[in-house]
């Protein structure tokens, strides 16, 4: 794993974050929307989707709820899946 010069490793290589992207793809489709429809929504380029939803991008929060809202879901019941998963 990728280590900062803090040595904590960068959350793009763990576990979660993986989990994370899987969620929100799986969101995404269960939904019935493409990655250009949402990133129509969130007004940025369908890459911005597929970076986040290949594991490639972090999300801030501010992003995440936006994510969630252009997917509509409860970005707090997607954190409560998410959060059920990891532990």
């Known amino acids: 794993m990728a280590r900062t010069a803090r040595g904590l490793t960068k959350s793009l290589h763990l576990p979660e974050h993986r989990a994370l992207c899987d969620l929100l793809t799986k969101t995404r489709r269960k939904a019935g929307l493409t990655q250009q429809i949402v990133a129509k929504r969130l007004k940025r380029p369908q890459s911005f989707v597929a970076k986040?939803?290949?594991g490639?991008?972090?999300l801030d929060l501010i992003e995440f709820i936006a994510v969630a809202e252009a997917l509509a879901a409860d970005p707090v019941k997607l954190l409560r899946a998410f959060l059920k998963h990891i532990r």
Request: glycine residues 16%; without cysteine; proline residues 0%.
């Open 56 to 58: 490639e991008r972090r």
């Open 52 to 54: 986040y939803e290949g």
